[in-house]
């Protein structure tokens, strides 16, 4: 039997991207900078799970939180270059979906 040996960064980056509804935040912000509305309205999930999904986001260095100093404060979240780096792949991945999901 062949045994094969797994790339410790690849299993990673695929327990990371393959958690609910992270590639889909990642892919929202594709589009720029938004708030944490913004995101959570576009997206069919829970204000609690879309918080913590950003915040390990952040932790990974995909996602940058800026927070403006006005009244009221405002929030945004957006790529960082490690998150854009990412475009190419989720891009694909939203092509094979056109043509293969139905």
């Known amino acids: 039997m062949k045994e094969t040996t797994i790339c410790p960064r690849l299993s990673k980056a695929m327990e990371l991207l393959g958690k609910r509804w992270t590639t889909?935040?990642?892919?929202?912000?594709l589009d720029g900078s938004q708030r944490f509305n913004e995101i959570e309205s576009a997206l069919p999930v829970?204000?609690?799970?879309?918080?913590?999904?950003?915040?390990?986001?952040?932790?990974?260095?995909?996602?940058?939180?800026?927070?403006?100093?006005?009244?009221?404060?405002?929030?945004?979240?957006?790529?960082?270059?490690?998150?854009r780096a990412l475009e190419g792949?989720?891009?694909e991945v939203e092509k094979w979906s056109q043509t293969w999901i139905n």
Do not use: H, M
């Open 24 to 29: 889909l935040i990642l892919y929202q912000l």
């Open 89 to 91: 792949a989720i891009r």
């Open 46 to 83: 829970s204000g609690r799970l879309l918080s913590e999904r950003l915040k390990e986001l952040e932790k990974e260095g995909l996602v940058e939180r800026k927070v403006f100093t006005d009244v009221p404060v405002r929030v945004e979240y957006s790529l960082t270059d490690k998150g």
